[in-house]
């Protein structure tokens, strides 16, 4: 079966700080591959979408960037954290065939101060 | 840029049939319609998805009309446990940017 893995849980980091989210996932290949970040009572913001390795399309122009080094390895990075990238950060995939339901991992709570 | 409109919250009562109506006015051919939940600190999880008319398993139903610019979700006697926000998308299943999360629907389920 499909996993999918994200770290860390939590994170609390200072602005201007770096940062580095990896998200995994097992038991599937050449899987599409998402970056979500959802505000404190808000839906969810595509941020990022791969659909193999090195192949990165951005959704929203910000000071986070996304890398695809491995087929299954999906790394959300930022140089300077901004307040405003606090959130909740989810990873998720999808078949690269027709099927497009998509798999969340368990998320990744960053706090900004 | 299929969006979607639902409502903000709703409540309900344990044992009673839920039905979530979603609006997608501009729905593109291709698109899809896809319902997922999603509990406090995780991710969304998959309910149910539909092109038209009316699809059914084992956790609930999606109504279609045959124009596709809304659907509605029905949950059938709803269980504290359903509480969660429930999220209408529309899509693409060619074009991943094409998936737009609205704001969802809080269900409340009261004892």
């Known amino acids: 079966s499909q996993t999918i893995h994200q770290w860390p849980a939590t994170l609390v980091q200072p602005v201007g700080s770096p940062l580095s989210l990896e998200c995994t996932v097992e038991?599937?290949?050449?899987?599409?591959l998402y970056w979500y970040r959802q505000a404190a009572g808000r839906g969810l913001q595509l941020l990022f979408y791969?659909?193999?390795?090195?192949?990165i399309s951005s959704e929203v122009p910000q000071n986070l960037s996304a890398s695809r080094p491995q087929d299954r390895q999906f790394i959300l990075s930022s140089k300077k954290l901004l307040l405003s990238d606090s959130g909740f950060y989810l990873c998720?995939?999808?078949?690269?065939?027709?099927?497009?339901?998509?798999?969340f991992g368990p998320g990744t709570r960053l706090t900004v101060l | 840029l299929a969006k979607t409109t639902q409502p903000i919250s709703m409540d309900s009562y344990e044992g009673q049939e839920v039905n979530i109506t979603c609006s997608h006015n501009n729905i593109a051919t291709n698109d899809y319609i896809t319902w997922y939940q999603q509990f406090p600190s995780q991710g969304p999880r998959f309910i149910i998805q539909g092109y038209k008319t009316k699809v059914t398993n084992e956790v609930a139903s999606l109504f279609i009309p045959a124009d596709r610019k809304s659907s509605t979700l029905s949950l059938p006697r709803v269980s504290l446990s359903d509480t969660a926000v429930y999220y209408c998308l529309v899509g693409d299943q060619y074009n991943f940017n094409k998936f737009y999360f609205g704001s969802g629907t809080k269900l409340n389920v009261k004892p």
């Open positions: 998720a995939w999808s078949s690269s065939g027709s099927d497009n339901e998509q798999f």
């Open positions: 038991g599937t290949s050449n899987p599409n």
């Open positions: 791969s659909v193999g390795i090195g192949q």
